[in-house]
């Protein structure tokens, strides 16, 4: 072979090193997409933290990793996880503020960290080493970063090989960290959606637990002497309004309206106890005043702290058209009559139920004449507001209470129809009740 040709020849090229970096990045990009796989997966956060810290354990061939999380309310840093040679209930004990450690440098920069010796760096928190025994030499650490927002803090800790990690190893790390960030707060969002769907299942069943505290149907006449009807509204899913009506064993009909203080779930389950409660002194008849009297010492002496309740309750007569009330603090029921004309009645009003014990409360008596009816309401009737923020109103009320009706539409729904109409389109502030007896005379 000539001298030239030789020198001609293609010098071979050893590429090793080239294809080695190549299936580095190719396994690192599937490992990266088994984590975009767990997202889609998955929505149990601790599972969901629990299997990306084993695959970024072993991603990065790391001893250990942890997932710290921030908490607005103690504004610092929690072990929420940690996986590999580390004592994690000892891990879970420690919080790290912003700008302490490693995770809280991180925490409050933003950026990615890479520390080949960790002992020798003066940022390392070593709290942790110190409680569970193990000695970190080399950490990479990433923020959780989701929405512009950090959420938290991920490191691995000690290469399996005994070197320190790469400028390589934290790019791929920032990497995984992002998906994390995705992984975590889908998990959280999905886990708040189940919180929230639970809460609004335990509130529908709270709400007809409550419903079955009212009556089923109001009494009626057959005889046609009397009309009854009877509207309540809470302005959550469950409120402290209360009413009830029943046969008493003369022929006579109980009947009452009440106003527990509060809203929602203690205002319901104090409703519950009144209603209860009322049915039982109320069911042999006794006279209105005495059972008030005996329902104050029960709620006196079996208090619920800052609870009580405004309360009305009326016997009615069919026959002659008497209506007895006895008052605890509740709103002065109106008359109204089929002419046009309405005023409050009723004189005796004692303080309300559950706050004073051994109240003697008064009785009051009133005839009612063909055509007239008695209306108890609550204050959220009175309180209901227009979308300006403007309250209905008392006097709005007694406008309304007089104006002649036609007995078929009634006391009630005169006013409720007015009521609806002046604050259609604003949100309901209050809870509202109504009851009313209309009194057509003997049959």
Not at 156 to 164: F, K, Q, S, T
Not at 173 to 201: G, K, S, Y
Not at 393 to 410: I, K, Q, T, Y
């Amino acid at each position: 072979m000539s001298a030239t040709a030789a020198h001609d020849a293609p010098v071979p090229i050893d590429d090793t090193g080239e294809l080695s970096r190549l299936r580095i990045r190719v396994d690192n990009l599937s490992r990266l997409i088994d984590v975009t796989s767990l997202i889609s997966s998955n929505l149990d956060l601790d599972e969901v933290m629990n299997q990306v810290m084993e695959l970024a354990k072993k991603v990065m061939d790391a001893e250990a990793a942890s997932i710290l999380l921030w908490s607005e309310e103690k504004q610092c840093l929690e072990f929420d996880l940690a996986v590999g040679e580390v004592g994690v209930e000892v891990l879970k004990t420690i919080q790290v503020k912003k700008g302490q450690g490693i995770a809280g440098t991180v925490m409050g920069t933003g950026e990615p960290l890479l520390v080949a010796d960790a002992q020798n760096d003066p940022r390392f928190y070593s709290g942790a080493d110190e409680r569970t025994g193990f000695v970190t030499k080399s950490i990479l650490a990433a923020p959780l970063i989701v929405s512009d927002r950090i959420v938290g803090v991920s490191e691995v800790l000690n290469h399996r090989d005994g070197h320190p990690f790469t400028e390589q190893d934290l790019e791929l790390f920032a990497a995984f960290c992002r998906q994390v960030a995705i992984a975590v707060e889908n998990a959280r969002l999905h886990q708040v959606e189940l919180r929230r769907h639970l809460i609004d299942q335990q509130m529908d069943l709270a709400a007809s637990i409550q419903k079955s505290f009212l009556p089923l149907k109001l009494p009626q006449d057959e005889a046609g002497r009397f009309r009854l009807d009877a509207y309540t509204k809470s302005a959550q899913e469950v409120g402290g309004d209360l009413y009830y009506a029943h046969w008493l064993p003369d022929g006579r009909v109980g009947l009452c309206l009440g106003d527990v203080s509060g809203k929602g779930i203690p205002a319901s389950l104090y409703m519950a106890r009144v209603v209860s409660e009322f049915r039982l002194l109320s069911t042999a008849g006794s006279p209105a005043n005495e059972v008030l009297d005996a329902l104050n010492q029960d709620l006196s002496e079996n208090k619920m702290r800052g609870m009580f309740v405004t309360f009305a309750y009326a016997i009615f007569d069919p026959e002659s058209g008497e209506l007895r009330i006895a008052n605890a603090g509740q709103l002065p029921p109106i008359c109204a009559n089929l002419r046009g004309g309405a005023s409050f009645v009723g004189e005796a009003s004692g303080p309300p139920l559950g706050m004073i014990p051994r109240v003697r409360y008064r009785e009051d008596v009133i005839q009612l004449k063909r055509g007239e009816s008695v209306l108890l309401y609550s204050d959220g009737v009175g309180d209901a507001r227009n979308f300006k923020g403007e309250d209905w109103g008392d006097v709005r009320l007694m406008e309304v209470a007089a104006r002649p009706a036609a007995l078929e539409e009634g006391l009630l729904h005169t006013v409720l129809k007015a009521v609806r109409k002046y604050s259609k389109g604003a949100a309901q502030t209050d809870d509202m009740t109504l009851v009313s007896v209309s009194w057509m005379g003997q049959g």
